[in-house]
């Protein structure tokens, strides 16, 4: 690491601690690994059949490795990553009923880069030429611990934990910030597919939602995570506004009372 590097990590460290996900290594490599194991006997039958309606699916050993880098982690709610499946799942339907030259899609809320890599999955998989910009106030390439397993190794940066997915990485640009400053740098004047997780509150979700609308034309899609009224009565909030004051229809799905979502479908 330069001089450079070294100073930024520290000013990092000591201006936005409020940031990290963790300040040393919170378990064993084995502990995740049982943490793993459990969520996989965890199939939820009404998101299963969604999928089976599709017919799409992402490839299952390629997503549970990816999973189990960025979506296995020690927290109070059960682990629960099949937005991912979800994503590639409406994201390939699209691309099926949709032949581009060039795709752009927005993602709000990377965390550890697990949603944005399934959705650069599905470009190359259906052969489809995009760009995926993804948002978070996490930066990307200073070395922190993310509460996962890679913990166990070193504190890694989220290029460094993101880098056995080399081929997906190619199509997505990692961008630093709150959505309210970072998005006004995004010059794309048409978003085809956005996944909206960032700041879990009505304003901020307005404030996406308001941008990518502008950009967006018919049959164009804004996939919304957390709406659940029991814990974020904000997205739900913004998700009743859209549905009444904006021009798309939407479909709810109700995957437990821990996690819902919303697909937004521009008419």
């Not at 259906?126 to 993804?134: A, E, F, L, M, R």
Request: aromatic content about 14%; some cysteine.
């Amino acid at each position: 690491m330069n001089f450079a590097k070294i100073i930024l990590n520290k000013l990092y460290y000591l201006f936005f601690p409020q940031y990290l996900l963790a300040k040393k290594p919170l378990e064993t490599k084995e502990f995740y690994l049982r943490i793993f194991h459990d969520s996989i006997k965890n199939k939820n039958k009404k998101l299963e059949e969604i999928l089976i309606k599709k017919n799409i699916y992402i490839d299952h050993k390629w997503f549970e490795e990816l999973a189990l880098h960025t979506q296995v982690t020690i927290k109070k709610s059960k682990i629960n990553y099949y937005h991912g499946k979800l994503l590639y799942s409406y994201l390939g339907s699209y691309l099926k009923d949709n032949r581009f030259d060039f795709i752009n899609i927005l993602e709000t809320g990377t965390a550890r880069g697990f949603s944005s890599i399934c959705m650069s999955k599905c470009l190359l998989d259906y052969n489809q030429q995009g760009k995926i910009v993804t948002i978070d106030v996490l930066p990307h390439n200073i070395k922190m611990y993310w509460n996962c397993i890679d913990d166990h190794v070193s504190k890694k940066t989220r290029n460094e934990l993101l880098e056995p997915w080399k081929n997906e990485l190619k199509n997505i640009d990692f961008l630093t910030g709150r959505t309210r400053k970072v998005l006004n740098k995004i010059k794309s004047e048409r978003i085809n597919f956005a996944f909206l997780d960032a700041a879990h509150n009505y304003n901020d979700v307005i404030n996406e939602f308001s941008f990518v609308e502008k950009r967006q034309q018919k049959s164009d899609i804004i996939f919304f995570d957390d709406v659940t009224p029991s814990m974020f009565e904000g997205v739900r909030k913004a998700i009743e506004f859209i549905k009444k004051n904006a021009n798309y229809d939407i479909e709810e799905i109700s995957a437990s009372e821990e996690r819902g979502y919303a697909i937004a479908t521009k008419l």
